[in-house]
């Protein structure tokens, strides 16, 4: 293996574990006085304990020999490494920590430092249901979700802790803390009619990366859900073919134009009252979402949004009758919503203030996203934030401030800040300083929080704030010392309008030498509804970029027009033009980043992509030849009508066909001339037929290319199944783009 191949291997495995420290994990005490993390390899692990009030930083355990001989006396077991010997902490009490080594459970008394190991619970107990780590903590079930394969993931807990909530075959059930045993809170579900509720990883929700569901009543005497009726919809085939016998499962996969499953919310009352389906008229072709209860539980927030995306409305719904009243409707001539916020993540901008009185809404009917604030009659209060750049997201609303995050440095557009301002009105208050993306992670009691940034160049950092943004302490910095490496560089290039800047980021060898020449590879994405270059230290494409480099290449990512975090105009692009950004933008950037940089003027350019980036690779390279000699398509969306996803951009088949037909590939085939492959698992039910499809009309064209089966993958490669990918993309750019093989 050649040393580019041992450094691709390198980053595409591990970049974030050459890395640490930095980002922490923060464990609050249940008294609201200190903060507690862990910090530095498992070799060297170190522990810190701050003082909320006063800021004091100092070790969390004074002398770790000691705890290391305190835990080695409570397991009989020596921990691995010479520092902390816990992987994870939390409190149990508001001096009393807990933690775990290998697969004893301890306490640990910072005053004392005394370890004691808890008692270890039966196989018997663990095996029948008894234990605890059984019947208090939450279970896996499989969650269905639109379009996608069912997915494990964790019942939900009632506010008081008693029963957790989880769907079996289309229905509700509750299972009971005190015995483990499960009831049906709903009996008439089916798969094809079945009942769902959200949920967010609770990893995330204490991250604050998580978005709000709302399911448990506050009182947890009701449990908001929505039923799916999926009757009618187009069911796509996935065939497994690595048993003995092949199966056939049939997945509900909803077209542009088709059918859509039609939703229905509904109230359940735990304590065996009917179910009460909220009055929302014909739910056909619209999206609902429970925004949130009112605390009272006697009231929820309710958010629905028309199948074209153009048009949102709020309601306000009696959980007992199910009556609505209307508060407001917002339409636009385009997306008011991006549409996998609200189809997949229910990320709907709609915020309810603590009191319950007020409510908070994400616009962009100035051209910029702002929050606006309204009281719970419709009326619109005040527009809080206004300005030429967008806010993020809402992520604290307390009795006095909203908390978000928001580009507000337009000359570093893709920066993101916390900041806040007053729901009385007034100027908005930035929060963090340097530049960089920043997140915010809020003590429970919301009087400080974490402040967490990096850039692409520059390692992730943390420092704790009061929530006014006035700094308490510097918590972590990371540990770069084993990152072998040249930091990439942000970029700017004009779009193809001739005066839009885009951003982007370049990334290189780690034995980059300006003066040699280096073939160009573009990562890219090019859909609608995220924005992808990196801008922080460790970005959605950073890994992957960062990875090909070390084949000797120069990699880059760029987000075009027609992609979110800057204006709606910017974003408009797309709508009914899927294209219409994408192949002159980066193309543009290519041309540009040639012309610019010595090392880079003679290159020859490959280009990348996953799901929709594989739609853009191929589209990249059939039209602009004379710029992207080799593209790889891996897990392709080639047909704009095979999903529903398309819609909210493009309209309809029915009354859009042009906006359809300019977007379809297959009739690019004929006009490929460079090197190309494919990549596709084949139980993809959403990306599969597509790929097929396209090896038909490269057929029928008469155009070489490559295609890479992946069996048994679905739209994410397993790792082992990712890694032979990787080594296939690294021989084909290697082949097509280096000169030893022209």
């Keep these: 293996m050649t040393t580019g191949h041992a450094e691709f291997d390198r980053f595409i495995d591990g970049f974030g574990e050459l890395v640490t420290g930095g980002a922490i994990l923060p464990a609050w005490s249940p008294d609201g006085k200190a903060l507690a993390f862990l910090d530095g390899t498992p070799e060297n692990r170190t522990g810190r304990l701050v003082d909320l009030e006063s800021g004091e930083n100092r070790p969390l355990f004074a002398d770790v020999a000691v705890l290391r001989d305190a835990v080695r006396a409570a397991t009989g077991q020596t921990p691995p490494g010479r520092g902390v010997p816990f992987e994870h902490i939390g409190f149990a009490g508001p001096r009393t920590l807990v933690a775990v080594v290998g697969t004893a459970r301890l306490t640990v008394d910072l005053d004392s430092g005394e370890v004691v190991k808890l008692p270890a619970e039966s196989p018997d107990d663990v095996h029948f249901g008894h234990a605890d780590s059984v019947r208090r903590d939450p279970q896996k079930f499989l969650r269905t979700m639109p379009l996608t394969d069912p997915t494990p993931a964790r019942e939900l807990v009632s506010p008081d802790g008693s029963v957790f909530a989880s769907t079996v075959d289309g229905n509700v059930v509750l299972r009971a803390v005190a015995d483990n045993r499960t009831v049906p809170l709903t009996t008439d579900g089916t798969p094809e009619h079945e009942y769902r509720f959200d949920l967010v990883d609770p990893m995330l929700a204490m991250l604050g990366l998580g978005f709000p569901v709302c399911n448990w009543s506050p009182d947890g005497s009701r449990f908001a859900v929505h039923r799916v009726d999926n009757r009618g919809v187009h069911q796509s085939p996935q065939v497994h073919n690595l048993k003995r016998e092949d199966e056939v499962v049939n997945r509900y996969h909803a077209q542009a134009g088709g059918r859509l499953e039609r939703t229905t919310l509904h109230v359940l009352d735990v304590y065996g009252h009917d179910p009460v389906q909220l009055d929302l008229g014909d739910t056909t072709d619209i999206y609902p979402v ?312 003679e290159a020859k350019v490959g280009v990348t992509g996953h799901s929709w980036g594989g739609y853009s690779a191929f589209r990249l390279a059939a039209e602009r030849p004379d710029v992207y000699t080799a593209a790889i398509s891996s897990a392709p969306g080639f047909d704009p009508y095979s999903s529903v996803l398309y819609e909210c951009y493009l309209g309809f088949p029915q009354t859009d066909a042009e906006a359809y037909r300019e977007a379809a590939l297959y009739p690019l085939a004929d006009q490929l001339s460079a090197e190309f492959l494919i990549a596709c698992g084949t139980i993809d039910h959403a990306t599969w037929t597509d790929s097929v499809k396209m090896v038909d009309a490269l057929i029928r064209a008469g155009k070489k290319h490559e295609f890479v089966l992946l069996s048994g993958q679905p739209h994410g490669y397993t790792s082992v199944h990712n890694s032979y990918f990787w080594r296939k993309a690294a021989d084909f750019f290697r082949t097509h783009l280096t000169k030893e093989n022209q």
């Excluded at 009061?466 to 510097?474: K, N, Q, T």
């Excluded at 922080?536 to 990699?555: E, I, K, N, R």
């Design 290 to 601: 429970h925004a949130a209860w009112l605390p009272d539980g006697a009231q929820l927030v309710v958010f629905l949004m028309s199948r074209d995306c153009r048009r949102a409305e709020v309601l306000l719904a009696d959980a007992v009758t199910g009556a609505t009243r209307s508060l407001f409707t917002e339409e636009s001539e385009t997306f008011v919503r991006i549409h996998h916020d609200v189809y997949f993540g229910k990320k709907i901008g709609l915020f309810l203030t603590p009191d319950g009185t007020r409510l908070l809404w994400l616009s962009e009917r100035s051209g910029w996203k702002q929050l606006y604030l309204y009281d719970l009659d419709g009326t619109l209060i005040r527009q809080l934030t206004d300005g030429e750049w967008p806010v993020d997201y809402v992520h604290r609303v307390d009795g006095e401030y909203a908390y978000f995050t928001a580009h507000l440095d337009q000359d570093r557009p893709y920066d993101v800040h916390l900041a806040r301002v007053p729901l009385a009105g007034g100027p908005v208050e930035q929060l963090s300083e340097q530049p960089g993306v920043h997140s915010a992670m809020f003590a429970p009691h919301g009087e400080v929080f974490v402040d967490t940034w990096s850039t692409p160049a520059e390692a992730p950092r943390s420092v704790l704030r009061r929530s006014d943004g006035s700094l308490v302490c510097e918590l972590s910095a990371a540990d770069t010392s084993r990152l072998n490496w040249v930091p990439p560089r942000e970029f700017t290039a004009i779009a193809a309008d001739g005066e839009t800047e885009l951003w982007g980021t370049l990334f290189f060898p780690v034995d980059f030498d300006e003066t040699k020449q280096y073939p160009l590879i573009e990562h890219v994405y090019g859909g609608p509804q995220i924005a992808v270059a990196p801008h922080s230290f460790q970005g959605m494409f950073t890994t992957t970029a960062q990875a090909l480099a070390q084949l000797g290449y120069v990699t880059f990512v760029v987000d075009g027009r027609g992609t979110p975090e800057r204006s709606k105009a910017f974003h408009d692009v797309v709508y009914r033009d899927w294209a219409g950004g994408l192949v002159p933008d980066h193309a543009a950037v290519v041309e540009q980043l040639k012309a610019r940089y010595a090392f880079l003027s």
